[in-house]
Nanobody, 127 residues
Framework: QVEVVESGGGLVQTGGSLNLTCTTS????????MVWFRQAPGKEREGILC????????DNGDSVKDRFAISRDNAKNTLYLQMNNLKPEDTAIYYC????????????????????WGQGTQVTVSS
């Protein structure tokens, strides 16, 4: 049984930090690139950061560049998202996902690339 579980969300003030954790089981974690998606109120869900199976990191645009960092620990089947200098526009539900390839290719930032989803964790940044 596949499980993908995010934790670490919450309420934080502008400029603050949060660390999200995604624990997984039931599939071969190091066979998949892992992606953090987010869905802001009234917007579509989009992938923001991808880590390939070896830990190589890729972003989708500049919205979180230099503020957020993705990492993974294959020995622990766990994905991480470190978020610094948070802004109100970062308010969203954050989802952890395994995409269908081991590398961050094939439009990994689109929902159609995902094989396994977590249930999401809410991050709210107050101004």
């Amino acid at each position: 049984q596949v499980e993908v579980v995010e934790s670490g969300g919450g309420l934080v003030q502008t400029g603050g930090s949060l660390n999200l954790t995604c624990t997984t089981s039931g599939f071969s974690f190091d066979d998949y690139a892992m992606v953090w998606f987010r869905q802001a109120p009234g917007k579509e869900r989009e992938g923001i950061l991808c880590a390939n199976w070896k830990g190589g990191r890729f972003d989708n645009g500049d919205s979180v560049k230099d503020r957020f960092a993705i990492s993974r620990d294959n020995a622990k089947n766990t994905l991480y998202l470190q978020m610094n200098n948070l802004k109100p526009e970062d308010t969203a539900i954050y989802y952890c996902a395994a995409v269908r390839t081991a590398y961050c290719v094939d439009e990994w930032y689109n929902e159609g690339a995902v094989k396994y989803w977590g249930q999401g964790t809410q991050v709210t940044v107050s101004s």
